[in-house]
């Protein structure tokens, strides 16, 4: 007779992390006090006890819907009080109910069930179904054997179960799986698709198994390299011990492999410090090589190899540094402007070289000063390497490791200093370097000035490929004439071609007057100085195409009146040119003037020298003799050149300008150029000396209010020449009214100040002819 499917009010045991399965076993520790006193009942009346699960186990106190509607009909098999207050009981799982209604009124809960009628084979198992167990047990020993917490009974156990459906609870009941899975197992009914569902999860479970196995497999063989090595290690700082060797050693091979794992490197030179690494841990700690391994690897962590500024593309920031540091050197500002417009451009792409520049220009003008205004505009490191003098290739590119002392070349050394890869880095005086048996140091420059070479630039102690493509390369240089051809080639040639005076009184007012102020102590109400004041230092206390000696004068002076004021005497408040004459002492150059009247064989002539421009006279005078030529006031070769040029051109022509032909074989020549101490050469004073040797043998004067400049040819062309700004000047200085210039030099005018422009007649010319046809005078 079957048993009544309806299960009367029975006491309820409501679990949170589990669910029990029909004929399984499942011990639990009971320690809430509803849950104690459900045991305590069941145990004390010997009946048996419905065990559902709780969905949320969070909740406190469930109501109906907080638990699931299936459970398990059990029987206590064990019951254990504690020492602690808890109850462990052993609970058998005997069937299947659905929970029909509740009673959660009492401090005991309980509900009416209905007992689940599960289909069991009868007879032998068919084919399909014992397929599938097999299947199922095959996949369950798999897992046994890699689960470390599925007990071997289990297998055993489900090795000798005939019954799909108590197959599939066994297996879900030991399986770590979530509760809701298991209750999902719980909940289905028939036994093959119980079986069916547990296959399912078994295979993900094997899968997720074998993958953790292998994760776990490839850590421990990890652990147990680092394990071995630690144990190799110790081993072998015991045996130093023993043989008294200091352990300092161990320390530090510890703290550079520290250093390397944390620094970037690229891939070369991480094999490279490796390799050194694992060759210093290998030698003897008094071996002399370890401290030449240990000084490479030191050198290689601390430069830079990706650490960056980021760049300041500001171009209005820049332009008002610039502005705020200098004052003219227009081209030179939009050059940089126009790269960093460019960069902020593109931003951060590699394609965009950086422009390898040279300044050129006489000593004092601000090349150096300039690269730092760039640096600070463009936010960038700034380092300053001085080429002047260097003769050794090494210095560049370093020595190898095999010498004593061997360290890194100059390149390498500043760019660990400033400690980023993209500095700006000034090499000055480029027109310096010399060279002897070392080598040859522009040699060595080749690559690190060649945007397609420097981004692989290789020091022969480093022996590495090191990247300086990111950086801005700026040198400086007050002549080419030194610097060989291929080096030259490689550079962006900017000149600076020295400051006129006008120039130089607007710098000496906006940044050298206010600085020395500030480093004396004085306010601009104590100390002021007049534009004549200065223009009277230009002229007669300096001769420099810069400003460095009008700095100086101005801080002499500015000692001065501050002596005097310290000393309670009496200090000028307004510098004039006598107080300047007071306080410097007699001129150090003499001021220039234009000859007082027209004369024969004097020409004014304008020069282009150290100092800036310069007016000259030309001075030919003829005595009897036999044709010879006499040269004086320090004339260089090429202006020798000239003055041969200009004679032969005046002995073909001779007839064209009145002359006897025979006076030239009777008639000895003398050429002088004035300021006799000073040196003097190049080709454009070649119009000059040939019209003043003309006007000699003419006998007609020149105007001494022209003055003129210009190389000419042995068929009286005039070819063009440089400096016409700095020689333009000098003629409006001492007060000359019309320059002739070679015809193509015309396009030269625009550097001329617009003032200047407006009080000068700018006569260009092509030939000879025109020039005399203008500064010859008839005879008197």
């Not at 091979?253 to 250093?259: H, K, S």
């Not at 004073?685 to 210009?710: C, D, E, L, Q």
């Amino acid at each position: 007779m079957d048993a009544d499917p309806f299960i009367p009010e029975t006491p309820v045991l409501i679990v949170k992390d589990t669910v029990l399965f029909p004929r399984i076993l499942t011990p639990l520790m009971i320690v809430e006090r509803s849950a104690l006193e459900t045991v305590e009942l069941v145990h004390n009346t010997e009946q048996m006890l419905l065990v559902v699960t709780q969905r949320n186990p969070a909740v406190d106190y469930p109501e109906p819907e907080d638990m699931y509607s299936v459970g398990v009909l059990a029987t206590m098999v064990r019951f254990l009080r504690m020492p602690d207050g808890s109850i462990s009981v052993l609970l058998q799982g005997q069937e299947r109910v659905e929970i029909v209604e509740w009673e959660l009124d009492d401090l005991i809960p309980a509900a009416s069930a209905r007992r689940i009628d599960e289909p069991e084979p009868h007879g032998e198992i068919n084919l399909a179904t014992e397929a599938q167990m097999r299947a199922v047990l095959a996949l369950f020993e798999k897992i046994a054997n890699l689960h470390p917490h599925i007990p071997e009974d289990a297998f055993i156990a489900a090795n000798n179960i005939a019954s799909p459906g108590w197959l599939a609870d066994l297996i879900a009941s030991v399986l770590e799986v979530n509760v809701a899975i298991r209750q999902e197992i719980l909940e289905i009914i028939d036994p093959n698709d119980r079986l069916q569902r547990i296959t399912t999860i078994l295979a993900r479970e094997l899968d997720v198994l074998e993958l953790e196995d292998r994760i776990q497999a490839q850590v421990q063989q990890e652990v147990d390299k680092s394990q071995r090595d630690f144990f190799l290690r110790e081993q072998i700082r015991v045996m130093q011990n023993e043989l008294g060797e200091s352990e300092g050693l161990t320390g530090e091979i510890n703290d550079l492999r520290a250093r390397i794992e944390a620094k970037h490197l690229p891939e070369e030179a991480r094999e490279k410090t490796e390799k050194e690494l694992s060759r210093l841990a290998d030698i003897p700690p008094m071996a002399p090589e370890v401290g030449i391994i240990r000084t490479y690897l030191d050198w290689i962590l601390e430069l830079p190899w990706t650490e960056t500024t980021e760049d300041n593309l500001d171009i209005n920031h820049a332009e008002s540094v610039l502005n705020k540091n200098h004052y003219g050197l227009n081209r030179v500002k939009e050059r940089i402007l126009e790269y960093m417009a460019v960069r902020a451009r593109v931003k951060n792409s590699r394609k965009l070289r950086s422009p390898i520049l040279c300044f050129v220009g006489p000593p004092g003008t601000g090349k150096t000063s300039l690269g730092k205004s760039i640096s600070e505009a463009l936010n960038r490191k700034f380092a300053r390497l001085s080429l002047g003098g260097v003769r050794d290739e090494a210095e560049i590119r370093g020595h190898r490791r095999t010498y004593i002392g061997a360290m890194p070349g100059r390149i390498i050394q500043t760019m660990k200093r400033v400690g980023t890869v993209n500095p700006l880095i000034m090499l000055d005086e480029i027109d310096k370097l010399g060279y002897d048996y070392r080598g040859d140091p522009t040699a060595a420059l080749l690559e690190v000035l060649d945007p397609e070479q420097n981004n692989t630039f290789s020091d022969h102690y480093l022996d590495l490929p090191y990247d300086l493509s990111q950086v801005l390369f700026i040198t400086t240089a007050n002549l080419t004439d030194t610097i060989p051809p291929a080096l030259l080639d490689r550079m962006e040639i900017i000149e600076f071609s020295g400051y006129i005076d006008e120039e130089k009184i607007a710098i000496a007012n906006q940044f050298l007057i206010p600085r020395h102020l500030d480093e004396h102590g004085l306010t601009p109400q104590e100390l002021r100085f007049t534009r004549a004041a200065l223009q009277h230092i230009i002229r007669r206390y300096t001769y420099e195409s810069g400003v460095r000696n009008l700095d100086r004068e101005i801080g002499k002076i500015c000692r001065k009146v501050v002596r005097k004021l310290e000393q309670h005497q009496k200090a000028p408040h307004t510098i004039t040119p006598n107080t300047v004459e007071k306080l410097l002492g007699p001129p150090s150059y003499p001021e220039t003037f234009l000859e007082r009247e027209d004369a024969v064989g004097v020409a004014t002539g304008l020069a282009w020298t150290a100092g800036g421009g310069d007016v000259l006279s030309v001075e030919v005078t003829l005595y009897d003799g036999k044709g010879n030529m006499q040269l004086t006031g320090q004339l260089g070769e090429v202006m020798q050149e000239s003055v041969q040029a200009a004679l032969s051109y005046t002995k073909s022509h001779a007839g064209q300008f009145g002359i006897d032909a025979s006076r030239f074989e009777n008639t000895d020549i003398h050429l002088h150029i004035p300021e006799g101490a000073t040196p003097k050469d190049g080709p454009s004073a070649g119009v000059t000396v040939a019209t003043a040797i003309i006007s000699a043998f003419s006998g007609k004067p020149v105007n001494r209010k022209i003055a003129m400049t210009g190389e000419i040819t042995l068929r009286g062309k005039v070819l063009p020449i440089g400096g016409l700004r700095a020689k333009t000047m000098a003629a409006y200085r001492v007060g000359i009214t019309d320059v002739i210039i070679p015809a193509q030099n015309k396009k030269d005018l625009v550097e001329i100040p617009d003032r200047i422009r407006r009080h000068l007649n700018f006569i260009p010319v092509e030939k000879l002819d025109e020039v005399l046809e203008r500064v010859l005078l008839n005879s008197q």
